[in-house]
């Protein structure tokens, strides 16, 4: 079957699952507020206008759901922990994601987005935790990649441990660059292997 992450368009934004399209398997992409998930979404779609990217964190509101060749959707979750125009309900945040993985059968990965260039925080923590909680399948990306020298690289499991009081394993994380073509192509390929699990 062949996907190309070219015939990618905007279906519709929802705030209830039972408000989502029509069933294909999902791909979520969830991270802090300013981590540079709307521009990796962005990247690894080659279209630099399709999810809404601000300078200001906390813009993006409820779920938007883009259609993949027609055959999953990548899901552009709100970010978590400071919204710029500061009316955000984090209650109902929390509600909706509750919501969205409760017998969600569709959801088949979340890309779980870090900043590489700094040390997990206390809503990183927490947001970890709840994802394990979840049972659900999540993969680590550390963004903005491209930013670090190697020591800084070298830092990264270092503060991965020391924040979520566990090892992290060479399969569970990648680093990525919105500037860098080769971690997007491995990203796709990681989403691809697992729209069927």
């Excluded at 209830?16 to 998930?37: A, H, R, T």
């Excluded at 993949?68 to 509600?95: E, L, Q, T």
């Excluded at 206390?122 to 491209?146: G, H, M, P, R, Y």
């Amino acid at each position: 079957m062949d996907y190309s992450f070219k015939n990618i368009k905007f279906v519709k934004s929802v705030v209830d699952i039972k408000d989502k399209p029509i069933s294909l398997p999902e791909i979520l992409f969830v991270g802090k507020s300013n981590v540079g998930k709307s521009s990796l979404i962005n990247a690894i779609c080659n279209n630099k206008h399709l999810a809404y990217t601000s300078s200001k964190p906390g813009m993006t509101k409820m779920l938007n759901y883009f259609s993949v060749d027609n055959k999953f959707y990548i899901v552009d979750c709100p970010g978590y922990g400071y919204s710029a125009k500061k009316d955000f309900d984090y209650n109902f945040y929390g509600n909706m994601l509750e919501t969205y993985f409760k017998d969600n059968n569709d959801l088949k990965l979340i890309i779980f987005l870090l900043d590489s260039r700094i040390i997990p925080g206390e809503n990183d923590i927490d947001f970890f935790n709840f994802l394990k909680e979840s049972k659900q399948k999540f993969v680590i990306c550390f963004t903005k990649s491209d930013k670090l020298n190697q020591s800084e690289r070298a830092r990264i499991k270092k503060n991965y441990s020391l924040a979520f009081n566990e090892e992290i394993k060479e399969d569970s994380y990648f680093l990525v660059s919105i500037k860098n073509n080769s971690s997007l192509e491995k990203l796709k390929q990681f989403i691809l292997n697992n729209l069927g699990a």
